[in-house]
């Protein structure tokens, strides 16, 4: 999986018709900044109102999965968010002018071959996984629906479908690594019965809905007249089919379509959880309503979790944004003053490193000798040059600039910092810099604990001034 942000390098546009307003569209992806995360903008309305791809906007679910943000909705946005998932694409603004994004050939492929035209652009800021802390489980005993949710580092998902259909009979679908979900998953099409057909249309549904972008299972013998019908009801000039089998005698594209249709499926809706998932899905029998239901849940979870996320969480193995020898070429500090050991998270507000604190750090010899603490003003120096990077990020060419620290308020040490600690470094901007001044609160943690913290001031000063 990736561990970095992503975005698209430029623009891309589909066009169709929605599969069930029946409207014609114009779909158009655009890159976004980082922590922007997926949102899409009905341009046809006054005001060009946002809608957050967000489980708590979701308003209808009917056939596919609709949300509404400001008096703005766009209908069935499933498939387009498993595109995206399915490429680890974290930011990107969706332009819309009509109420549905296309259903092209009713899967995600056309999504995903546009996407990968343009090009990913990777992006200077770790993802914000939501790793699925303990077992979490969704249930509808009349419908035999069930979900469940297991920590696992990755993100796989495991299908099981049972129509009780002598055409289909019971399937399955997985998907071990999310990096195969282009290859493995995005072609499969969306389908249902024939004898559900005449249900939609009267619920003003499938009004885009065609032998190129669905498939209708017949799981009963069809009289000729009820292929006059259909026919009719397609504007085709002729419908066949086998006895038992597929309307039009469509060939899938995989043995188990279906099953990995609701996988396509099952992976849109969890997008609307808000954050990449780490978890082993498992869901029997899934459809949208017990997606939404499930990522509801999960989203809650997370909520729950919100208060601890304020602690940067390092992990040895994540790749460094800038390395100890960036940060050489960056900060003009030498020994015995070059604190900041590397930089793992940085982006427009934000930016997290590291001080590995070892027994041959010079300040031990002299700082209570037999009883060696790391001294308050050196942690304070070692936050103040994590913040430097944050603001040398801002402007081009940063080796033209020296940083300096001109304030501290509200400083604050809370536990002893001494050899053998990993000090984690967070500063945040508190505002917009202004004429290269900038106000950060920056906080220190040891094993997750709070150690110090302070609200400091800094500017950026041209070196041939």
């Given at each position: 999986m990736?561990?970095?942000?992503?975005?698209i390098?430029?623009?891309?546009?589909?066009?169709?018709?929605?599969?069930?307003?029946?409207?014609?569209?114009?779909?158009t992806?655009?890159?976004?900044?980082?922590?922007?995360g997926?949102?899409f903008?009905?341009?046809?309305?006054?005001?060009?109102?946002?809608v957050?791809?967000?489980?708590?906007?979701?308003?209808?679910?009917?056939?596919?999965?609709?949300?509404e943000q400001?008096?703005?909705?766009?209908?069935?946005?499933?498939?387009?968010l498993?595109?995206?998932?399915?490429?680890e694409?974290d930011?990107?603004l969706?332009?819309?002018?009509?109420?549905?994004?296309?259903?092209?050939?009713?899967?995600?492929?056309?999504?995903v071959?546009?996407?990968?035209?343009?090009?990913?652009?990777?992006?200077?800021?770790?993802?914000?996984?939501f790793?699925?802390?303990?077992?979490?489980?969704?249930?509808?005993?009349d419908?035999?629906?069930?979900?469940?949710?297991?920590?696992?580092?990755?993100?796989?998902?495991?299908v099981?479908?049972?129509?009780?259909?002598p055409?289909?009979?019971?399937?399955?679908?997985?998907?071990?690594?999310?990096?195969?979900?282009?290859?493995?998953?995005?072609?499969?099409?969306?389908?249902?019965?024939?004898?559900?057909l005449?249900m939609?249309?009267?619920n003003?549904?499938i009004?885009?809905?065609n032998?190129?972008?669905?498939?209708?299972?017949?799981?009963k013998?069809?009289?000729e007249e009820?292929?006059?019908?259909l026919?009719?009801?397609?504007?085709?000039?002729?419908?066949?089919?086998?006895?038992?089998?597929?309307?039009?005698n469509?060939?899938?594209?995989h043995?188990?379509?279906?099953?990995?249709?609701?996988?396509?499926?099952?992976?849109?809706?969890?997008?609307?959880a808000?954050?990449?998932?780490?978890?082993?899905?498992l869901?029997?029998?899934?459809?949208?309503?017990?997606?939404?239901?499930?990522?509801?849940k999960?989203?809650?979870?997370?909520q729950?979790?919100?208060?601890?996320?304020?602690i940067?969480?390092?992990?040895?193995?994540?790749?460094?944004?800038?390395?100890?020898?960036q940060?050489?070429?960056?900060?003009?500090?030498?020994?015995?003053?070059?604190?900041?050991?590397?930089?793992?998270?940085?982006?427009?507000?934000?930016?997290?490193?590291?001080?590995?604190?070892?027994?041959?750090?010079?300040?031990?010899?002299?700082?209570?000798?037999g009883?060696?603490?790391?001294?308050?003003?050196?942690?304070?120096?070692?936050?103040?040059?994590?913040?430097?990077i944050?603001l040398?990020?801002?402007?081009?060419?940063?080796?033209?600039?020296?940083?300096?620290?001109v304030g501290?308020?509200?400083?604050?040490?809370k536990?002893?910092?001494?050899?053998g600690?990993t000090?984690?470094?967070?500063?945040?901007?508190?505002?917009?810099?202004?004429?290269g001044?900038?106000k950060?609160?920056?906080?220190?943690?040891?094993?997750?604990k709070?150690?110090?913290?302070?609200?400091?001031?800094a500017?950026?000063v041209?070196?041939?001034m």
């Amino acid at each position: 999986m990736q561990t970095k942000q992503h975005t698209i390098k430029k623009e891309v546009t589909v066009s169709g018709v929605g599969l069930h307003t029946g409207v014609p569209a114009n779909m158009t992806f655009k890159p976004a900044k980082p922590n922007h995360g997926i949102k899409f903008k009905r341009i046809d309305l006054e005001g060009g109102p946002i809608v957050d791809a967000d489980v708590d906007n979701v308003v209808d679910l009917s056939r596919g999965t609709s949300i509404e943000q400001s008096g703005a909705r766009i209908n069935t946005v499933e498939h387009t968010l498993a595109a995206l998932v399915g490429l680890e694409i974290d930011n990107v603004l969706i332009e819309l002018d009509g109420p549905e994004p296309p259903i092209m050939d009713g899967s995600s492929i056309k999504f995903v071959e546009a996407l990968r035209e343009v090009g990913l652009e990777e992006q200077g800021v770790m993802r914000n996984f939501f790793e699925i802390p303990e077992s979490v489980f969704y249930k509808e005993e009349d419908r035999q629906v069930e979900l469940a949710a297991l920590p696992l580092n990755d993100y796989r998902l495991t299908v099981m479908v049972d129509y009780n259909s002598p055409v289909l009979g019971s399937q399955h679908a997985s998907l071990n690594h999310i990096s195969d979900f282009a290859e493995e998953i995005a072609s499969s099409r969306t389908f249902c019965f024939l004898h559900e057909l005449e249900m939609l249309r009267k619920n003003n549904l499938i009004k885009g809905g065609n032998f190129n972008n669905a498939i209708v299972v017949v799981d009963k013998v069809v009289k000729e007249e009820e292929l006059a019908e259909l026919a009719e009801l397609f504007n085709l000039p002729k419908v066949e089919v086998k006895e038992e089998g597929i309307l039009n005698n469509v060939e899938l594209r995989h043995n188990n379509e279906p099953a990995r249709h609701k996988l396509l499926d099952l992976v849109g809706d969890l997008a609307l959880a808000g954050r990449p998932l780490k978890g082993q899905i498992l869901a029997a029998r899934p459809g949208h309503a017990a997606n939404i239901a499930f990522a509801k849940k999960i989203k809650r979870l997370m909520q729950k979790s919100v208060k601890n996320e304020s602690i940067p969480e390092y992990d040895p193995k994540m790749p460094a944004v800038l390395d100890i020898n960036q940060i050489a070429q960056v900060l003009p500090h030498a020994y015995p003053f070059r604190l900041v050991d590397k930089i793992f998270q940085l982006d427009e507000t934000s930016v997290t490193g590291i001080k590995n604190v070892t027994i041959n750090e010079p300040f031990f010899e002299g700082h209570f000798p037999g009883n060696p603490v790391m001294p308050g003003v050196l942690q304070i120096e070692a936050m103040a040059q994590t913040g430097g990077i944050l603001l040398l990020n801002t402007v081009d060419n940063p080796e033209e600039y020296w940083t300096y620290f001109v304030g501290i308020d509200n400083c604050r040490f809370k536990k002893m910092v001494v050899p053998g600690d990993t000090l984690i470094l967070k500063c945040e901007l508190l505002a917009p810099i202004k004429r290269g001044i900038a106000k950060m609160k920056g906080k220190g943690f040891v094993a997750g604990k709070l150690v110090c913290e302070a609200s400091m001031s800094a500017c950026l000063v041209k070196k041939d001034m």
